[in-house]
């Protein structure tokens, strides 16, 4: 049996401008943010979190993300897909059983396919928006991605509530946490080291989760700062401690792999 475990993994870094993560904030500013996943070990079956960047845009990122990629630049090498780093570390894929997907914007699709046996939770808000988003935030989303035959789905809406127990022990807790994108969830991963609680795209940078700045891409700032307020009490009532979704600061100094959790 997998003793339970939180791999925390990086798929490179997306190239973008200051304002995309901090609200009219050094506009036209250069900016770079690491682009994580995330590995539980459990012995019902390997969870990925997201998956970061698709394989394909190591090699071909204008080609599979059209015109968005002129603005939005994924700097990631071959190998550094999901699945690649995976094998790479010794895990099989074919151990995957849950893919749990934040959300469907395009740095956080890489997992969405990759793994033969694996079941794809999302929230049943974040998929319906993602196949017809409002026009400023149509570029975030490639429908190729997601929008596939074949793929086992398992939809969360309002009959689960706002917390999901994933295998029913209490390890990974899928929380909804809307406001960067409709039906976006975070997940409060209990491990025997302790509690961790991955923000996503609900707190882009600590100066988000500290109320020290409102996020660049919103679908409503106030269900954003609703939700980080929310995930401020869980992480408190879990002590657990809180890994944003792409902080370029505190992520290097985060325990990756090999190191676990």
Known sequence: MSEIRLHL????????????????????????????WYLVTHPRGHVVIDGGFPAVCSTDPRGHW????????????????????MRAAGFDPADVRTV????????????IGVFPNARHVVQRAALDYALAPDWFCAGAFVR????????????????????????????????????HT???QSFLVRTPRGATLLAIDAADTMDHWEDRALPGAVTSVTEAVRSVAKLRAVAERAQARVVPGHDPALWPRLAQYPAFT
Not at 168 to 179: K, L, Y
């Open 9 to 36: 993994f990086q798929t490179g870094s997306l190239g973008c401008r200051r304002q995309d993560i901090y609200l009219n904030q050094g506009l036209g500013e250069p900016f770079e943010i690491p682009v994580p």
């Open 144 to 179: 190729a991605d997601f929008d596939r035959p074949g793929l086992d789905w398992c939809l969360l809406d309002e009959a689960w509530g706002d917390f999901f127990d994933l295998y029913g022990d209490g390890v990974i807790t899928c929380i909804r946490s809307p406001g």
């Open 100 to 111: 749990l997907l934040s959300h469907l914007h395009l740095d956080h699709t890489g997992a």
């Open 66 to 85: 059209g015109p968005v990629a002129e603005v939005f630049e994924p700097r990631v090498a071959p190998g550094q897909d999901c699945a690649a780093q």
């Open 182 to 184: 409709f039906g976006h």
